[in-house]
């Protein structure tokens, strides 16, 4: 979700009135973004992903025109601008789209918004600039023929803020830009060009060149975009093109001569139909065709009545509408949230509670009677602590890209976590007993997800005299308790004691296992004090 | 207060303490356990009643020791690494990497050994110097300590300061403040003492069945008590404070007609996105991080026709009217995650529901995982709490009532609703939630399901969705502002926590 600090007087410039801090905070957050903070010269703004097209300052000033009924939906249209680029082999970057904008006055908000756009548009849309690379500049610096090609990394240029001509090779190891995306294209034996008659002016997705950047005296910009989706591309350019033109450019066309010709951009409106009785049932209103058409300006549609079917006009820069609810929502949306009455419906269901939790409660319960106090820990944990201290043998399924040494899978017993938070708590009084009631992951691979994830029940007692017969003692009342004929086998199994663990059975179920903890397991994680502890499985048990 | 008046109130260890003092004129606790036949700890607790009632006093003296730990143990002896390091050296291994193959402690060696400028390095090489050879031989102030020390406790004064402070540094020894009482009768106290014999014949202390039985009690007096004294502190075992916030919300869903539902922790990419109509490849995706699982990387696709229905929703909106996103990637819809958001159980219950299942309502309360950096805002696990309404005829403006009513069960003054964005929603609401102490707060999102969630998993009825912030819900019930204390390690405040009303 990209934050976005914009200039609050350009864009009262650009809305073309005065609107108080509360008045630009009302309407943003109607529409969708969060406002993050107002000071006197500058609004910082949170977007949300589905709306590229108000990233730019002209865009968002151009929704708040239209929300606040000061602009009407445009018809976007582009005259030829007889200009052709010719494109060439580049497989690492083959397709292009471009346009010039005609006519522009490059005031100081509008050249910090070139800039702020195409470094938001890069991070999100472009990925990075993997999808998407954009290029503007001054179009009068440029003499066709222009041609996009990939060029050996010996070929020069002056790169963006320099005055000394470089090798490509030399701008990807000397200059930021080339040292920050030169992975994207290093790969190559060849690298992406624009060149024109004075030759390369665009290194894409690296850096522009110094000669055809854009200045206060710029009339007429070339936005040139580079990519490998050319869905993307025309969406991309489309909300440049479309914002700029919000500052009274004029938009034209560029010839693309690859395998085929292809023209750009292409600013028409799509057409959807949306059906009126299904727009209200979802909402749950019963609006009238005219009602609809001016929430949908509200918007930036426009919109024909078609009796029960309504023709809406998407503009092209619009690239979320997928669906007929995406405008749903739109008009949701101009109407205000906060306008509906809200109203449960008359629903009747009989609620209740998952059978596992309903025995994971029970559990509690007895626990609790038993005077143990609950801990509810993480799931994750790591092998050291499953298996190397407490050194039982077994597998835990583990993570790819842990971000620490502590969280590097998921436990596959809650006994760990327990020992961990008694070794965490030397120095409070004891007795110290706890239990928890917690799932954990046991790799399997006859599984859909190659995992089962199993409800145990564990607790420790913890004090001086912690004892074998103590922690039976628990097992079989809580056994009992939940009517479990069962009985007790003697197990060498970590992490207790040999001849003090035991497993506990109904039939050829095992249930669990108990005993007398290790001092070698106790030493391990640090604990001074003798344990006693047990771990039962939920399920078999809500099962019997 | 007078003697009889203080005695009427001591419990009787009180009284065999005050009567041992009254023949022991002095005495640390131990010698009056020893004597009285009580515990050291009662001695202590008793003798602080008394003290409070004017009836003894003790002075203090505070002792410091000193003592080997483990590693000083083993060089008090086997030498120290920096003597067995010149005896090596002068036995002709003086290349530092044979030293390093022949002895595991020549690093602190060769660091302790210059230190008292016993060696000179060079090339590799180590040399003895004049003051090294003289050491060779003779036991020097540090070892001799080392070595009266693996004896007996040494009160630390008699050691040189400088070779003191050096050996705790190194971890050599540990010191110890040992703080001993002598306990002595006020005159209060002995006057009190010497009625005691008397006394302690015609009272009864503890009520036993005995002189229940035979009546006893009924021509003695039963000692009062002072009962503003403080008694032993217990703990109750009690409900985790967070889990005890959940099942106030779970009650309350369960009221409102919800079935709850569980899921896998380990889940397919799949369920966790792309049922969800998440794109393969897209921001939307950012906004989720993901811990994916490193073996075995892909899981099982047990409905091959629900897959299929998603993969064409993705590719071209397949029945949904959509244009779809015009790409998929099953390669990662198979890969395994951990589950990052509780809509992955809401997806599964839907491709679960039969017609004659609905109207239906569900909610789930479950640990989801993120990779984000622990702090007192990130946690990686955390909780979250979904819900989803099907039926025919659900609407917006019911989805907003939804909102209101479990805005209600967190116990919001006022609610506020506002645009937002889900992949998986449209008509996507923020909730925000107003409190008093608190100001305007986020709880949760919602949205109605798209059709492209929906058709795929076999859901022709419109489906409410939201999700309740409930870690940041139970942080504020709880009043804490570290979310790392929802799974708290910390016994103390969970024993001290008061019970969530």
């Known amino acids: 979700m990209p934050t976005i600090t914009y200039d609050k007087l350009d864009l009262l410039n650009l809305i073309g009135r005065k609107m108080t801090d509360q008045e630009l905070e009302e309407v943003i957050n109607s529409i969708k973004p969060e406002v993050v903070k107002i000071t006197h010269d500058q609004i910082t703004l949170e977007h949300y992903q589905d709306r590229p097209d108000m990233y730019g300052i002209e865009g968002l000033a151009r929704a708040i025109k239209l929300y606040t009924g000061r602009e009407k939906p445009r018809k976007f249209t582009e005259k030829s601008s007889r200009i052709d680029i010719k494109v060439g082999s580049v497989p690492l970057r083959p397709l292009i789209a471009a346009a010039v904008i005609k006519n522009v006055k490059l005031t100081s908000g509008f050249i910090e918004s070139l800039m702020n756009i195409q470094e938001v548009l890069h991070e999100t849309i472009g990925r990075k600039r993997k999808k998407v690379a954009i290029g503007i500049h001054d179009l009068d610096k440029i003499f066709p023929p222009i041609n996009y090609e990939a060029v050996l990394p010996s070929t020069k240029m002056v790169p963006l803020g320099s005055t000394k001509e470089m090798s490509l090779m030399e701008v990807l190891k000397e200059n930021d830009k080339g040292r920050k995306y030169g992975a994207l294209i290093s790969q190559s034996s060849k690298w992406p060009v624009y060149s024109d008659a004075k030759g390369v002016f665009s290194f894409p997705p690296i850096i522009n060149s110094d000669r055809t950047k854009v200045t206060p005296q710029t009339k007429n910009l070339l936005a040139e975009l580079t990519g490998i989706d050319m869905h993307l591309l025309n969406q991309t350019l489309n909300i440049l093109a479309t914002g700029f033109s919000q500052r009274g450019g004029e938009i034209e066309s560029v010839r693309i001569l690859g395998k085929k010709i292809e023209v750009t951009p292409d600013l028409s409106e799509q057409s959807m139909e949306i059906n009126l009785d299904e727009l209200n049932d979802w909402i749950g209103l019963k609006m009238q065709p005219n009602q609809v058409s001016s929430l949908l300006e509200k918007m930036g549609y426009s919109s024909k009545d078609r009796g029960k079917k309504i023709e809406v006009s998407v503009p092209c820069y619009r690239i979320d509408i997928l669906h007929q609810v995406d405008v749903f929502e739109d008009v949701a949306i101009a109407h205000g949230f906060n306008n509906f009455i809200p109203k449960i419906p008359n629903l009747s269901t009989t609620g209740g509670i998952d059978k596992l939790e309903k025995i994971s409660s029970k559990i509690r319960q007895l626990m609790v009677g038993f005077g143990f106090l609950e801990v509810v820990l993480p799931v994750m944990s790591n092998q050291e602590e499953q298996f190397a201290k407490t050194k039982v043998k077994g597998m835990m399924v583990e993570i790819e890209n842990p971000v620490s040494e502590e969280y590097t899978g998921l436990r596959v017993s809650l006994l760990p976590g327990l020992f961990r938070l008694l070794s965490k708590n030397r120095h409070v009084e004891y007795p110290q007993n706890i239990f928890e009631v917690g799932d954990i992951v046991v790799p399997d691979n006859d599984q859909e997800t190659m995992s089962r994830t199993e409800r145990k029940i564990s607790g420790v007692f913890c004090h001086s005299k912690a004892s074998f017969s103590e922690i039976k003692s628990l097992v079989e009342s809580l056994m009992k308790n939940f009517g479990v004929n069962y009985q007790i086998e003697q197990t060498e199994e970590m992490p207790f004691i040999a001849g003090r663990g035991a497993a506990i059975y109904s039939g050829e179920m095992k249930l669990g296992i108990f005993g007398e903890i290790h001092p070698q397991v106790l030493e391990n994680f640090g604990l001074e004090m003798p344990v006693a502890s047990f771990e039962i499985d939920a399920e078999l048990i809500s099962m019997i | ?501």
């Open chain 2, 1 to 501: 207060m007078n003697p009889l008046e203080i005695l009427e109130k001591m419990h009787d260890d009180e009284k065999k303490i005050l009567k041992a003092l009254l023949e022991l004129k002095q005495a640390t606790s131990d010698e009056i356990a020893k004597k009285v036949g009580v515990s050291k700890n009662e001695v202590e607790r008793a003798s602080m009643w008394a003290k409070t009632k004017g009836a003894l006093d003790f002075s203090e003296q505070v002792k410091e020791h000193v003592f080997l730990s483990p590693e000083g143990r083993e060089y008090s002896e086997k030498d120290l690494p920096e003597k067995n390091l010149i005896k090596l050296v002068q036995n002709g291994v003086d290349r530092i990497d044979e030293l390093k193959r022949k002895f595991s402690r020549t690093d602190i060696g060769i660091i302790w050994a210059r230190n008292n400028d016993w060696i000179k390095i060079t090339d590799g090489k180590i040399l003895l110097t004049k003051n090294g050879l003289e050491n060779l031989k003779k036991q020097n102030e540090t070892e001799k300590i080392l070595k009266e020390l693996s004896h007996d406790k040494v009160d630390p004064k008699k050691i040189d300061q400088k070779i003191l402070e050096t050996l705790i540094k190194r971890g050599l020894l540990s010191k110890e403040i040992e703080k001993k009482k002598t306990y002595f009768l006020t005159d209060l106290g002995k006057q009190a003492a010497k009625r005691i014999p008397k006394i302690l014949e015609n009272e009864i202390g503890q009520l036993t069945p005995e002189i229940l039985l035979s009546k006893g009690w009924k021509n003695k007096k039963i000692r009062k008590y002072d009962v503003t004294l403080p008694s032993p502190k217990i703990f109750p075992g009690k409900i985790q404070p967070y889990r005890q916030v959940i099942d106030e919300v779970k009650e309350k869903l369960v009221s409102l007609g919800f079935v709850e539902m569980r899921g896998p922790l380990v889940e397919l990419n799949f369920w966790n996105c792309d049922a969800l109509f998440m794109p393969s490849d897209h921001p939307a995706r950012a906004i989720h991080d993901f811990f994916y699982v490193k073996n075995p990387k892909y899981g099982k696709i047990l409905d091959r026709e629900v897959w299929r229905r998603v993969e064409q929703t993705h590719k071209n909106g397949w029945e949904t009217k959509s244009k779809g996103w015009g790409y998929w990637n099953e390669d990662l819809a198979k890969r395994l995650v951990l589950r990052s958001q509780g809509t992955a159980v809401s997806a599964r219950t839907l491709h679960s529901l039969k017609k004659e299942d609905l109207p239906f309502k569900m909610f789930m309360i479950g640990r989801c995982f993120r990779p984000d950096v622990v702090d007192a805002q990130h946690s990686v696990d955390f909780d979250q709490c979904e819900g989803i309404v099907v039926g025919d005829g659900l609407n917006f403006i019911n989805l907003l009532g939804y909102l209101k009513e479990i805005a209600k069960t967190v116990g919001a003054e006022k609610i506020s609703f506002k645009p937002v964005y889900f992949p998986f929603t449209e008509g996507s609401v923020e909730l925000k939630v107003y409190y008093k102490e608190l100001g305007w707060v986020e709880a949760g999102g919602a949205g109605i399901f798209r059709p492209e969630v929906t058709m795929p998993l076999g859901i022709n009825a419109p489906v409410l969705a939201w999700g309740l912030g409930i870690g940041r819900l139970a942080m504020m019930k709880l009043n804490i502002d570290d979310i790392r204390l929802l799974y708290s390690e910390d016994l103390g405040w969970m024993r001290s926590k008061e019970i969530v009303r």
